[in-house]
């Protein structure tokens, strides 16, 4: 089965390969030739996940690919700080600003915390998957579903640990005491929000 996950992040792409079923080959956008920006303009998740699920469901119809492609699925992440009414929420990536990176993301996360006593957050992933639906001989056409994975925990007081990517070095997920960023690959792919959405994913494939 070959599914093209609506993202060029190597590190989100590394992650879901690593879940994944190993039937499932994954495509990035670079692989099917799309170089655009798609611009997230919904005022949730969903609406972000299911923008970009269409967006390159249609462009993979309006090129075609040299191999087939039976499925296209995207996600959309939410960091929602209890104390900060759940901001950054759906502009989590670019809560900095649009020219934003991690680094200023976190530094701002620090920063409307400081002296702060509740701490809790949690990371929600929403997917969103368009694929054909099998009409016995009739036209196909396309259907759409979501799944949702998300993870309970606390924000760290400083910055802890220099593995994966975004927020992790600040994200102390709900019975550890380190980061993400200071847990071993393994452990983050088997409880982070993305690694419960994916795995949702899966039992629909």
């Not at 969103?128 to 309970?152: F, H, R, S, Y």
């Amino acid at each position: 089965m070959n599914l093209v996950f609506a993202t060029n992040n190597a590190h989100k792409l590394e992650e879901v390969r690593k879940i994944l079923p190993s039937t499932c080959v994954l495509l990035s956008l670079r692989d099917i030739g799309f170089f655009g920006d798609i611009e997230e303009t919904g005022k949730t998740l969903e609406d972000n996940s299911l923008l970009k699920a269409r967006t390159i469901w249609e462009y993979i119809n309006s090129h075609p690919q040299s191999v087939t492609i039976d499925g296209v699925f995207a996600d959309d992440t939410g960091l929602e700080i209890r104390t900060l009414n759940n901001q950054p929420g759906v502009r989590t990536a670019r809560w900095a600003g649009d020219d934003h990176n991690d680094a200023a993301n976190r530094q701002k996360a620090l920063h409307l915390l400081r002296g702060k006593t509740d701490r809790s957050a949690r990371f929600r992933t929403v997917i969103t998957l368009i694929m054909e639906k099998d009409n016995a001989g009739t036209e196909n056409e396309p259907v759409a579903a979501q799944v949702e994975g998300k993870v309970e925990g606390r924000m760290a007081e400083e910055e802890r640990g220099d593995g994966g990517f975004g927020y992790d070095s600040l994200f102390i997920p709900e019975g550890y005491d380190k980061t993400f960023a200071e847990l071993p690959a393994e452990t983050k792919n088997s409880i982070s929000h993305r690694a419960r959405a994916v795995q949702q994913l899966s039992m629909i494939l």
